[in-house]
């Protein structure tokens, strides 16, 4: 396993949630980006940290509200989410096009990916 997503759950609107994606190997070295995928729509990029810390947004309706981090000791990504809506509720992964700076936020550009972890945020 290269990526390992974790961390979601069940929280009211309002409220935040800390998805964790744990990078094994050198994926560290390459910037990581989470995605998320609501049921019957498409895969969307949401937030992308390349290599450096440099952060890119893919959706604009997280701006101020969702924020990505990483902590090279513990070779994780951190998505922290907050003010949550319910239109946030999605299945969230983490994924990696290799490069060491953000791509876009096409996500078959991406060829590894974490397992994917459900938010589902309520009204």
């Known amino acids: 396993v290269q990526l390992q997503a974790s961390g979601g759950g069940l929280v009211q609107s309002g409220g935040s949630l800390r998805l964790s994606c744990e990078a094994s190997g050198f994926m560290l070295n390459y910037a990581i980006a989470w995605f998320r995928q609501a049921p019957g729509k498409e895969r969307e990029g949401v937030l992308c940290?390349?290599?450096?810390?440099?952060?890119?947004y893919y959706a604009g309706s997280v701006k101020g509200r969702f924020t990505i981090s990483r902590d090279v000791v513990k070779n994780t990504v951190y998505l922290q989410m907050n003010s949550l809506k319910p239109e946030d509720t999605a299945v969230y992964y983490c994924?990696?096009?290799?490069?060491?700076?953000?791509?876009?936020?096409?996500?078959?550009?991406?060829?590894?990916w974490g397992q994917g972890t459900l938010v589902t945020v309520s009204s």
């Open positions: 994924a990696t096009e290799r490069a060491f700076n953000c791509g876009g936020s096409d996500y078959e550009e991406y060829d590894y």
């Open positions: 940290i390349s290599n450096s810390g440099a952060i890119a």
